[in-house]
């Protein structure tokens, strides 16, 4: 099947700094989306990206569309304490019906 | 949590026995997703659903079964549940038109 690997698997950080985690697949995927997750919580969804090469922004948060398909991107800047969850990527390729593969995850840790 | 109401939030059962989890929603989604998310492998699907009575497998299908009698509705059974089936549970919906799935608060279940 499809596979996501999703990296860096954690990422310990100070208040303020910039964040940036990838996800890379070994087949093309026709969206890209980006959760984020906390503790106890189901995964909530930040961007979604449908075209390739496409850099959506929300807030802090940015992503692109990697121009192979294959590949996506979530920038974090200026971290603060919320910042705190797992991030999860996930692709869909239409023609494989309408089911997400997810990514292994990135733990985000910041210290105030 | 986008419409989506998961029951139980948590349960205990013991090794043997059938349990059945609802998954609600009130958004009129025709997509509706069943995963479980165990540490070190991320998200992983187990059924989906395209429509009253059309459900198929995901990734991690055996051991549980599906159904979808209306709209709302989408049950997972664990015919026969087993300590391998102990993790937390979540389902998601999309609308036909976009992979932008949303995710419930998820259930815990531990089989012992």
């Known amino acids: 099947g499809q596979q996501l690997n999703q990296s860096p698997q954690s990422m310990f950080i100070q208040e303020g700094e910039d964040v940036s985690m990838n996800c890379t697949s070994s087949s093309i995927f026709n969206t890209w989306l980006w959760y984020k997750q906390d503790p106890g919580e189901g995964p909530v969804l930040l961007i979604a990206l449908y075209k390739a090469g496409e850099l959506t922004s929300n807030g802090r948060l940015t992503a692109q569309f990697g121009i192979t398909r294959k590949d996506s991107f979530l920038n974090i800047s200026a971290s603060i304490p919320s910042d705190v969850g797992i991030y999860f990527c996930a692709g869909m390729n239409n023609n494989a019906g309408n089911m997400l593969t997810f990514g292994g995850g990135t733990r985000l840790m910041v210290k105030p | 949590d986008a419409g989506i109401t998961q029951s139980p939030r948590h349960k205990v059962t013991e090794t043997g026995t059938p349990v059945t989890l609802r998954c609600h929603q009130t958004e009129n989604h025709r997509y509706m997703y069943w995963y479980r998310q165990d540490p070190g492998h991320g998200l992983r699907l187990i059924h989906y659903?395209?429509?009253?009575?059309?459900?198929d497998k995901g990734e991690v299908s055996d051991g549980y079964s599906v159904s979808r009698s209306k709209t709302e509705d989408f049950l997972l059974t664990l015919e026969s549940a087993t300590s391998s089936q102990t993790s937390v549970y979540f389902c998601?919906?999309?609308?036909?038109?976009?992979?932008?799935?949303?995710f419930g608060q998820g259930t815990r279940l531990t089989v012992v």
């Open positions: 659903s395209y429509g009253v009575k059309d459900t």
């Open positions: 998601a919906i999309s609308p036909l038109e976009t992979a932008e799935a949303f």
